[in-house]
């Protein structure tokens, strides 16, 4: 139903930047939890940050002051603007919508590869 469309991963050095996008098919976007997961190998997938509709943003503790969420209710997108990128970070990073306990959607991911 809700489709979300990832990009701007790519390779980076470590301390570099990257933003990430995802654009969301939903009419009613701004009422979604929106969402930054990664999955890198061999480990379970992670919450990396969120913002929901009061805008009031959760990172993980890797990431804080490093990484920042945001949204353009008017674009339907989200953005993940990192910085200070580490050899840690390198991961599949996943767009997600949620919206209370039941409904969930993922993008495709979008491979972020931070190396020397």
């Known amino acids: 139903q809700v489709q979300l469309v990832e990009s701007g ?3 980076v050095q470590p301390g570099g930047s990257l933003r ?3 654009a969301a098919s939903s009419s009613i976007f ?3 939890t929106m969402g930054w997961y990664r999955q890198a ?3 379970q ?3 990396v940050a969120a ?3 009061n805008g ?3 990172y993980a503790d890797s990431v804080k002051g490093r990484f920042t969420i945001s949204r353009d209710n008017a674009k339907n997108t989200v953005y993940l603007q990192m910085n200070n990128l580490k050899l840690e970070d390198t991961a599949v990073y996943y767009c997600n919508a949620g919206l209370g306990f039941a409904v969930s959607y993922w993008g495709q991911g979008t491979q972020v ?4």
Do not use: A, Q
Request: charged share 15%; net charge positive.
């Open 30 to 32: 701004s009422l979604y």
């Open 113 to 116: 590869t931070v190396s020397s």
């Open 51 to 53: 913002i929901p509709r």
């Open 45 to 47: 997938r992670e919450l």
């Open 41 to 43: 190998p061999g480990k």
């Open 56 to 58: 009031i943003t959760n």
């Open 9 to 11: 991963g790519g390779l």
């Open 20 to 22: 990430l996008s995802c």
